[in-house]
T-cell receptor, first 110, second 113 residues
C-alpha cells in the first residue's frame, strides 16, 4: 500500500488564492519531500524537510511537518496559473528508498 | 548539466516484442532509480541501484522485467516479452545518494498494442 496519501485528490482555485495540500504517512521517517509534476513531464523536487524540522520555506512554498501526527502540509501562497500541476509527497520509508504518495492535482484558474 | 536523459521518449510496440529503455543519470550521482507511472497504480518504484549495484528490485513486477547498470553513466530497463498491461510512463531518476533529492528524467511513454 502507499506510504503517503495526499489530500485532497484534486483542488481547484483562482489565481492569487492560497493552496494547501496535505500528506499523511504510516511509518517513522528521516525526511519528507515534496515534488511537482507538470502534465506529461517528470517530477521536479520542491523541498525536503527533515524529521527534526517543523517548518520550511522556499519562495512561495511553505511546508510543515508534524511527526506526532505523521502528516505534512504544503502551502502555496498567491498561486499562479503556472502552479497548475500534480503535487506528490515522498517519504524515505525504511531509509533506503522513497515512496511516493498518490498526489494532489492542483488547477489554478487565471 | 543536461539533467537525467532518457531514450526513447515515446515507444509504440506490439505485444511480445522486446522493449529497451535507456537512462543516463546526472554525472556524479551514485544512485539511480527506475519508476513506472500509471493512472491506476500511481508512481511505483521498480528497482534502484547504488554505485551501479542493484539494491532493491522488489518492485519489478515479473521476470519479464530486467534492469542493468553496466557503468555509472548508463542504465537499461528491458521488458521481454512486452504485454499491453506494461503500457505506462517509465521514469528514471538519479540522486547523489539514496536518501537525497531525486532528479527525474522526462520519461519514456510506452504503449504496447
Amino acid at each position: 500500500s502507499q506510504q503517503g496519501e495526499e489530500d485532497p485528490q484534486a483542488l481547484s482555485i483562482q489565481e492569487g488564492e492560497n493552496a494547501t495540500m496535505n500528506c499523511s504517512y504510516k511509518t517513522s521517517i528521516n525526511n519528507l519531500q515534496w515534488y511537482r509534476q507538470n502534465s506529461g513531464r517528470g517530477l521536479v523536487h520542491l523541498i525536503l524537510i527533515r524529521s527534526n524540522e517543523r517548518e520550511k520555506h522556499s519562495g512561495r512554498l511553505r511546508v510543515t511537518l508534524d511527526t506526532s501526527k505523521k502528516s505534512s502540509s504544503l502551502l502555496i501562497t498567491a498561486s499562479r496559473a503556472a502552479d497548475t500541476a500534480s503535487y506528490f509527497c515522498a517519504t524515505d520509508w525504511n531509509t533506503d528508498k522513497l515512496i511516493f504518495g498518490t498526489g494532489t492535482r492542483l488547477q489554478v484558474f487565471p | 548539466d543536461a539533467g537525467v536523459i532518457q531514450s526513447p521518449r515515446h515507444e509504440v510496440t506490439e505485444m511480445g516484442q522486446e522493449v529497451t529503455l535507456r537512462c543516463k543519470p546526472i554525472s556524479g550521482h551514485n544512485s539511480l532509480f527506475w519508476y513506472r507511472q500509471t493512472m491506476m497504480r500511481g508512481l511505483e518504484l521498480l528497482i534502484y541501484f547504488n554505485n551501479n549495484v542493484p539494491i532493491d528490485d522488489s518492485g519489478m513486477p515479473e521476470d519479464r522485467f530486467s534492469a542493468k547498470m553496466p557503468n555509472a553513466s548508463f542504465s537499461t530497463l528491458k521488458i521481454q516479452p512486452s504485454e499491453p498491461r506494461d503500457s505506462a510512463v517509465y521514469f528514471c531518476a538519479s540522486s547523489p545518494n539514496v536518501e537525497e533529492t531525486q532528479y527525474f528524467g522526462p520519461g519514456t511513454r510506452l504503449l504496447v498494442l
